[in-house]
């Protein structure tokens, strides 16, 4: 069964030079699929891709890297035509809900002279 590798992409980068990339890496146009927040071109974009094994993943995500993917995740058993931009935003949202982000350094402040067995008058 194929899967699907999805990656968020920063405003600064180019999703035509993406669809090049992909076209590029052997992906057709109906392996993809690029969801544009605006047509202003200045916004962060979705991109799916269909993969069917660790090659295909392999391209997919250097492809994804090349052009500055800020994350890109992976969902197994799911076909293309299954997929729309509310889907897609919708099972990124719940991943990044469950992943553990690293907490803030914590110090703990221990004294030198605190409370101990002994009893002075």
Do not use: C, W
């Not at 590798?5 to 690029?34: M, Q, R």
């Amino acid at each position: 069964m194929s899967h699907i590798l999805a990656g968020v992409f920063g405003h600064h980068s180019d999703y035509k030079k993406l669809e090049s990339d992909l076209e590029n890496s052997g992906f057709g146009t109906s392996d993809y699929i690029v969801y544009l927040n605006d047509g202003s071109g200045n916004s962060q974009y979705l991109a799916s891709v269909t993969v069917n094994d660790l090659n295909q993943i392999d391209l997919a995500r250097t492809a994804f890297v090349q052009n500055a993917a800020l994350k890109s995740y992976l969902f197994e058993n799911m076909k293309i035509n299954e997929t729309n931009y509310d889907t897609i935003k919708r099972y990124i949202d719940a991943r990044n809900r469950a992943e553990i982000h690293s907490s803030p350094e914590i110090k703990i402040k221990t004294s030198s002279d605190g409370m101990n067995s002994e009893v002075k008058f």
